[in-house]
């Protein structure tokens, strides 16, 4: 399972498609494609003669001398006998700290008991940890007034263990979404901004504003008390690489990771828990801001189509199946002469805002490494339109690549990529829920291939809690793909999250081996398929 449970409601309807049953061309391994074979690796094809509405599906060529398809039987032989990773890549491991490690007050909470478990994390042989440095924290109270004092405490904590840091600039709210624990809202300055103007948040079809994250909308407008969101942004993050420089300078920060969105995650807020989302749900589009509607009236202007310049109207809702709707169903409008222009316009919007955020970071940060974060929305991923992810900015149906353009503007910025949902098995998603027509596996393959193919250095980590043997193998043969002619592999892995489940003996025993496979370190208890 992914996330949630799934209601659905529409009046709009084009049938709904068969399920799929599981089948070694739908849910691909880690392929070597160049940009010559990535479109035409992903064909269309009918599901049941039965339906009266074709349901398409996303598969690969099938010459496995070029895309090293493995059959049914061998994909069960490889569950049975584990890869042997001694020797491969040595691959960094870090783990996430606990959401509530910083309080609001910027206070450092529990430091005794977090520097034992960061001992215990050490004796595994982990590279580092990554934190989340929450800006409704930091500069809660006044713009430009910052208050680092919890963080540096942790800082130099993790420093005196000779453990590395990834920092995260979270400009998003916590809470509200799957696994978050804690409740930390945006700065208590912008919140009140945002009392008079709600537009400065992202807002649905209805009218209905979200206070997770700033509208891009606002990126160049001076709402923010004479600052722009992206000069706020600036401002931020400048802080933060003074008040550290000594972390800097010392090695002890390896990468800053720049959050561009809702869960730090480069798209729109397009399925939010806390307004009724449930899983499988292909969410809304989230560009009713009267800024973004602006921009989009005056691109339809441009194009002498001004009667373009609104919204889908028949796009259902949170909890729709793209079947029950005339825009995602297959032939729908997503397709159509509208359909194009409006989801070109909403992904460009996706793309020119990372360009703008990491143009700066890269100016804050020079001569650190940068990363940004896109989410693994893998439901769907087995119809033609993809709605989940056109509702999310990622403009991916099947007959369009719609991860290359932003793999294209983080090697731009030198920034790597950080991908999500690389423990999940896509057999898993369709005997847990089959309707959801879900493909982790096939997503993953296409999004390192993306950055792969522009090389930039590709990281992950795993989407939902993971403790055991079987997803931690799913998790190496991602970072080190088997029989790649390039080499290619994961620059890191951030395991989510610390915690006392983790650190239980069993647990710990299962992450231990893992680290050390992903480092390339021999271990002795493989199993084999006689086992």
Same mark, same amino acid.
């Given at each position: 399972?992914s996330? +949630?449970?799934?209601?659905?409601?529409?009046?709009?309807?084009?049938?709904?498609?068969?399920? /799929?049953?599981?089948?070694? %061309?739908?849910? +691909?391994?880690?392929?070597?494609?160049?940009?010559?074979?990535?479109?035409? +690796?992903?064909?269309?094809?009918?599901?049941?003669?039965?339906?009266?509405?074709?349901?398409?599906?996303?598969?690969?060529?099938?010459k496995?001398?070029?895309?090293?398809?493995?059959?049914?039987?061998?994909?069960?032989?490889n569950?049975?006998?584990?890869?042997?990773?001694?020797?491969?890549?040595?691959?960094?491991?870090?783990?996430?700290?606990?959401?509530?490690?910083?309080?609001?007050? &910027?206070?450092?909470?529990?430091?005794?008991?977090?520097?034992?478990?960061?001992?215990?994390?050490?004796?595994?042989n982990?590279?580092?940890?990554?934190?989340?440095?929450?800006?409704?924290?930091?500069?809660?109270?006044?713009?430009?007034?910052?208050n680092?004092?919890?963080?540096?405490?942790?800082?130099?904590?993790?420093?005196?263990?000779?453990?590395?840091?990834?920092?995260?600039?979270?400009?998003?709210? &916590?809470?509200?979404?799957?696994g978050?624990?804690?409740?930390?809202?945006?700065?208590?300055?912008?919140?009140?901004?945002?009392?008079?103007?709600?537009?400065?948040?992202?807002?649905?079809?209805?009218?209905?504003?979200?206070?997770?994250?700033?509208?891009?909308?606002?990126?160049?407008?001076?709402?923010?008390?004479?600052?722009?969101?992206?000069?706020?942004?600036?401002?931020?993050?400048?802080?933060?690489?003074?008040?550290?420089?000594?972390?800097?300078?010392?090695?002890i920060?390896s990468?800053i990771?720049?959050?561009?969105?809702?869960?730090?995650?480069?798209?729109?807020?397009?399925?939010?828990?806390?307004?009724?989302?449930?899983?499988?749900?292909?969410?809304?589009?989230?560009?009713?801001?009267?800024?973004?509607?602006?921009?989009?009236?005056?691109?339809?202007?441009?194009?002498?189509?001004?009667?373009?310049?609104?919204?889908?109207?028949?796009?259902?809702?949170?909890?729709?199946?793209?079947?029950?709707t005339?825009?995602?169903?297959?032939?729908?409008?997503?397709?159509?002469?509208?359909?194009?222009?409006?989801?070109?316009?909403? +992904?460009?919007?996706?793309?020119?805002?990372?360009?703008?955020?990491?143009?700066?970071?890269?100016?804050?940060?020079?001569?650190?490494?940068?990363?940004?974060?896109?989410?693994?929305?893998?439901?769907?991923?087995?119809?033609?339109?993809?709605?989940?992810?056109?509702?999310?900015?990622?403009?991916?149906?099947?007959?369009?690549?719609?991860?290359?353009?932003?793999?294209?503007?983080?090697?731009?910025?030198?920034?790597?990529?950080?991908?999500?949902?690389?423990?999940l098995?896509? /057999?898993?998603?369709?005997?847990?829920?089959?309707?959801?027509?879900?493909?982790?596996e096939?997503?993953?393959?296409?999004? %390192?291939?993306?950055?792969?193919?522009?090389?930039?250095?590709?990281?992950?980590?795993?989407?939902?809690?993971?403790?055991?043997?079987?997803?931690?193998?799913?998790?190496?043969?991602?970072?080190?793909?088997?029989?790649?002619?390039?080499?290619?592999?994961?620059?890191?892995?951030?395991?989510?999250?610390?915690?006392?489940?983790?650190?239980?003996?069993?647990? %710990?025993?299962?992450?231990?081996?893992f680290?050390?496979?992903?480092?390339?370190?021999?271990?002795?208890? %493989?199993?084999?398929?006689?086992?």
């Amino acid at each position: 399972m992914s996330i +949630s449970s799934f209601s659905s409601s529409s009046s709009m309807a084009c049938f709904s498609p068969p399920l /799929l049953t599981h089948s070694p %061309l739908i849910s +691909s391994p880690i392929l070597n494609l160049g940009p010559a074979n990535i479109l035409t +690796s992903r064909k269309v094809y009918s599901i049941s003669k039965r339906a009266r509405s074709l349901s398409r599906v996303r598969c690969q060529q099938d010459k496995a001398e070029d895309h090293n398809v493995v059959s049914v039987s061998e994909t069960n032989q490889n569950q049975l006998q584990e890869r042997d990773f001694s020797g491969t890549p040595y691959v960094p491991v870090y783990v996430m700290l606990p959401l509530e490690i910083i309080n609001l007050e &910027c206070e450092l909470v529990s430091a005794d008991d977090l520097l034992n478990q960061l001992k215990i994390l050490k004796s595994q042989n982990v590279d580092g940890v990554m934190v989340d440095c929450w800006w409704g924290v930091v500069e809660a109270h006044a713009p430009q007034q910052y208050n680092w004092n919890g963080y540096k405490k942790l800082f130099q904590i993790v420093r005196d263990l000779k453990l590395k840091i990834q920092a995260v600039m979270s400009f998003h709210e &916590c809470g509200g979404n799957v696994g978050d624990n804690v409740h930390i809202p945006l700065p208590q300055w912008v919140t009140e901004i945002g009392q008079g103007n709600p537009d400065i948040y992202f807002r649905n079809r209805d009218g209905t504003s979200n206070s997770e994250c700033l509208t891009w909308g606002v990126d160049k407008e001076r709402v923010f008390r004479g600052r722009t969101a992206v000069e706020v942004y600036f401002d931020y993050m400048r802080s933060f690489r003074v008040e550290f420089d000594d972390f800097f300078a010392g090695g002890i920060i390896s990468e800053i990771e720049i959050g561009l969105g809702p869960c730090g995650e480069l798209r729109y807020p397009s399925y939010p828990a806390k307004h009724g989302w449930r899983y499988p749900g292909i969410g809304e589009f989230q560009c009713y801001d009267q800024y973004l509607m602006k921009s989009l009236e005056s691109t339809a202007e441009a194009r002498k189509l001004a009667f373009w310049g609104k919204g889908p109207e028949n796009s259902g809702s949170y909890n729709s199946s793209p079947h029950e709707t005339r825009f995602f169903c297959d032939g729908g409008d997503y397709d159509s002469y509208y359909g194009r222009f409006f989801l070109n316009w909403y +992904s460009q919007v996706l793309v020119d805002h990372g360009d703008r955020v990491l143009a700066l970071a890269n100016l804050a940060f020079e001569g650190t490494p940068i990363a940004a974060k896109l989410s693994g929305i893998h439901w769907w991923y087995k119809t033609a339109s993809h709605a989940a992810e056109l509702t999310a900015g990622f403009y991916n149906p099947c007959n369009r690549d719609g991860y290359a353009p932003i793999a294209s503007m983080l090697k731009k910025h030198g920034a790597a990529l950080n991908f999500t949902c690389v423990e999940l098995r896509t /057999l898993d998603q369709h005997e847990d829920f089959p309707e959801a027509l879900a493909d982790p596996e096939g997503l993953v393959w296409q999004v %390192l291939n993306a950055a792969w193919d522009v090389d930039i250095p590709v990281a992950s980590e795993n989407a939902l809690s993971c403790y055991d043997r079987e997803g931690y193998n799913k998790i190496l043969e991602n970072a080190k793909p088997r029989n790649d002619s390039y080499g290619r592999h994961l620059s890191a892995f951030t395991y989510l999250r610390l915690s006392s489940l983790l650190l239980e003996k069993h647990n %710990l025993t299962e992450f231990e081996r893992f680290v050390r496979r992903m480092h390339g370190e021999q271990v002795l208890d %493989l199993q084999s398929a006689t086992d």
